[in-house]
T-cell receptor, first 114, second 108 residues
């Protein structure tokens, strides 16, 4: 049973560009959450998707958007990239939306904006 | 003030030592998670608890809901325990709020 997978592993973009990151949840999981982790910091919640809708959103600008597909996989899109968007982007999946469910994390996508 | 505070930020121990990492939080929670992150980024869930104590091998996690405090203990530490340990609390809305992590280095 594959766990949570993310692609790509690493990505280098230029300021102003747009990027799409992808996440496939663990088999049987229907909820995907996205997190941004800057170097030396804990992850920060971006948003959560369930039933193809954004259920919760953290304190991130509208440049950050997402999507969830019928097979529960998800994309994170970031427009007009800034240098400060350089970070490790993690997705986590759960069966259900409650925070009291065990979260399974993907390996992350390391985004570098130059 | 961060909603989730961890201490210490960095910890160096000798192999075999007993290790304690602390987590305090200021929000109401439905559950508290202890996570382990190795270099390269992957995060593994160690414990999820809402009361009492859980044990898994050499790892023990406790939580005191009244005091809003949790501890992660590692007995007989080993160099392979070297990692960043992160405390995260789950609120009623479904998202996790993370601490900044404790970087543990266990020397042989």
């Amino acid at each position: 049973d594959a766990g949570v997978t993310q692609s790509p592993t690493h990505l280098i973009k230029t300021r102003g560009q747009q990027v799409t990151l992808r996440c496939s949840p663990k088999s049987g999981h229907d909820t995907v959450s996205w997190y941004q982790q800057a170097l030396g910091q804990g992850p920060q919640f971006i948003f959560q998707y369930y039933e193809e809708e954004e259920r919760q959103r953290g304190n991130f600008p509208d440049r950050f958007s997402g999507h969830q597909f019928p097979n529960y996989s998800s994309e994170l899109n970031v427009n007009a990239l800034l240098l400060g968007d350089s970070a490790l982007y993690l997705c986590a999946s759960t069966r259900g939306t409650a925070s009291s469910y065990e979260q399974y994390f993907g390996p992350g996508t390391r985004l570098t904006v130059t | 003030k961060n909603e989730v505070e961890q201490s210490p930020q960095n910890l160096t121990a000798q192999e075999g030592e007993f290790i304690t990492i602390n987590c305090s939080y200021s929000v109401g929670i439905s559950a508290l998670h202890w996570l382990q992150q190795h270099p390269g980024g992957g995060i593994v869930s160690l414990f999820m608890l809402s009361s009492g104590k859980k044990k898994h091998g050499r790892l023990i996690a406790t939580i005191n809901i009244q005091e809003k405090h949790s501890s992660l203990h590692i007995t007989a530490s080993h160099p392979r325990d070297s990692a960043v340990y992160i405390c995260a609390v789950g609120g009623s809305q479904g998202n996790l709020i993370f601490g900044k992590g404790t970087k543990l280095s266990v020397k042989p």
